[in-house]
């Protein structure tokens, strides 16, 4: 034991692998470094001003600062409007918003990426719940993965050919937490173009969470007619306090802003009795914390792998979302991950994180978070449910520092397994 309280052992394990990782880190060194031009870029031609980061209040009509920051992100997405919106209270509710505003009775949404995130399921209606899409009449038809991995594009195409109702077609990019592969750029990009040569009018709306700037373009740039994501994921950049955001096509979002607010009101309307500094320098930080999270998802995969556990993606992976996964032999192992990772949290540090029945879950879900913002996934987390075969999911972080002691105390706690 060093004066930190961590072994001589997992410290050395860990330095081999950041040696081991100099070649891939630098990639998305790169990528961060292209992105944070781009993000910088949006800020320049937008001439964003100290002016814009101030409260407003009532109808929000003299609120320049809501359309700037709408503006900063349309830039950045490569679209032509976006609606940014603390109002906005999750990922959820940006995507409930989008498939409200842009579907009608009497249309269909196809899932082109099987079962979505979970708690989309009930705003869809696979899973009951009052005033779904399903209540309100619209269909719902889902193609799933080829072996967990590819698109269908063949059987989406030829759903699209047969069935005119099909209004929307619909990505998540990624995995979440299924044990699927997360659906990266230049693959949405293939697959967006065989859609549009079937039916040009087709709206595709991507769930663009935890892909934000982890490659260098997002679905906007390759075809993709709506994005929409959580504030409290990369975005944000770790500092914006909450809220969503949606962006693409003009025509789509003027109907998703008169659902936002009411028929007619659409994105002027909107007050904020606090100032908007977060959401514009979040935003700004977003490309280099997205970095730190990535270098820190990528090290822990190599560490697991390297203390003989399997990592989905594997260290060396191509990436396109957050998602680290790391499958444990055991129960108990799962459990001390958790707890490693939760003893390395700035906040609650000293809470143990017990698996337990959450509501909505078939499962006991065991998580260990403790982050300066409630629930924030951008910030260093890991969740798992209690089920086989036993694996941990682990996202976000606003450090690689920060990141890396996570991962060298959970394997501290994991040597206690080795010698059993
Ligand atoms: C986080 C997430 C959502 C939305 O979740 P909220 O908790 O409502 O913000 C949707 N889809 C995916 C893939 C996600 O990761």
């Known amino acids: 034991m060093n004066d930190l309280g961590i072994s001589k052992e997992t410290i050395n ?22 992105n944070q031009h781009k993000v910088l870029q949006a800020f320049r031609n937008n001439e964003v001003a100290l002016r814009h980061f101030s409260a407003s209040s009532g109808y929000g009509y003299e609120d320049e600062s809501k359309l700037k920051l709408d503006s900063v992100y349309a830039s950045a997405f490569g679209c032509e409007d976006a609606i940014v919106r603390p109002q906005i209270v999750s990922g959820t509710h940006c995507l409930s918003i989008c498939l409200f505003g842009l579907l009608r009775p009497g249309d269909t949404m196809l899932c082109a990426t099987g079962t979505p995130y979970d708690t989309i399921q009930k705003t869809i209606g696979i899973k009951e719940a009052k005033g779904s899409l399903k209540e309100w009449g619209i269909g719902y038809s889902q193609v799933d993965l080829i072996d967990n991995e590819e698109i269908d594009i063949r059987k989406i195409t030829s759903m699209l050919a047969n069935d005119t109702d099909i209004r929307l077609v619909y990505f998540q990019r990624s995995r979440g937490y299924a044990n699927r592969k997360t659906i990266d750029i230049d693959t949405m990009a293939r697959a967006f173009k065989e859609i549009k040569k079937i039916n040009e009018d087709v709206i595709i709306l991507v769930d663009n969470c935890y ?67 977060n959401f514009f320098q979040g935003f700004f930080l977003a490309p280099h914390i997205v970095l730190q999270s990535i270098k820190g998802a990528i090290l822990m995969a190599k560490a697991y792998e390297k203390a003989g556990y399997k990592a989905r993606p594997r260290a060396t992976a191509s990436r396109s ?52 913002i409630q629930g924030s996934s951008i910030e260093f987390s890991a969740d798992a449910p209690i089920k086989k075969p036993y694996i941990a999911f682990a996202q976000g972080g606003l450090t690689y520092e920060h990141i890396k002691l996570g991962i060298m105390y959970s394997l501290d706690e994991m040597s206690k397994f080795k010698n059993a």
């Open 13 to 34: 394990l860990v330095e081999e692998c950041e040696e081991e990782l100099e070649e891939l880190f630098k990639v998305h060194e790169d990528i961060a470094q292209y």
């Open 321 to 372: 979302d957050l998602i680290q996964s790391i499958e444990f032999n055991t129960e108990e192992e799962l459990i001390e991950f958790c707890k490693g990772i939760q003893k390395a949290a700035p906040v609650d540090s000293f809470v143990i994180p017990e698996p337990w029945d959450m509501p909505g879950y078939s499962d006991k879900i065991i998580m260990a978070s403790g982050s300066f």
């Open 211 to 277: 892909g934000e700037f982890v490659e260098k373009k997002e679905p906007t740039d390759v075809g993709a007619d709506i994005i929409a994501g959580s504030l409290i994921k990369n975005p944000g950049g770790g500092i914006a306090p909450t809220g969503g955001y949606i962006a693409g096509r003009k025509k789509c979002i003027d109907l998703i802003a008169d659902r936002f607010s009411a028929p007619g009101l659409g994105k002027e309307t909107c007050s904020y009795n606090a100032v908007y500094t």
